[in-house]
Nanobody
Framework: QVQLVDSGGGLVQPGGSLRLSCAAS????????MGWYRQAPGQQRELVAT???????DYADSVKGRFTISRDNAKNTVFLQMNSLKPEDTAVYFC???????????????WGQGTQVTVSS
């Protein structure tokens, strides 16, 4: 099993910044990819950004140029730097990880518990 603990959310004014963190622990042989998703009230969970072990990243169009995902492979941690925040960025943000417990195991998907981000004046 892998546990993901995400943190860093809060209340911020429009135009402000926040940095989310997510640390993975447990039975980890390798983490293939880590990412962030978000879910606003009444909406489906949507992709925000993902990053692979070699640093390749992908972003939702709505956050390109404002958000940056990064990863510390040694610490099994992923970060999301969010700048120029807008009210429409308000959501619960969830990190996830695709991880293998041993070299013989198939990759499994794990989720963090979520952290609330509220952008409001």
């Amino acid at each position: 099993q892998v546990q993901l603990v995400d943190s860093g959310g809060g209340l911020v004014q429009p135009g402000g910044s926040l940095r989310l963190s997510c640390a993975a622990s447990g039975s980890i042989f390798s983490i293939l990819a880590m990412g962030w998703y978000r879910q606003a009230p009444g909406q489906q969970r949507e992709l925000v950004a993902t990053v692979t072990t070699d640093g390749s990243s992908d972003y939702a169009d709505s956050v390109k140029g404002r958000f940056t995902i990064s990863r510390d492979n040694a610490k099994n941690t992923v970060f999301l730097q969010m700048n120029s925040l807008k009210p429409e960025d308000t959501a619960v943000y969830f990190c996830n990880a695709v991880s293998r417990a041993t070299m013989f195991d198939s990759p499994m998907l794990y989720w963090g518990q979520g952290t609330q981000v509220t952008v409001s004046s």
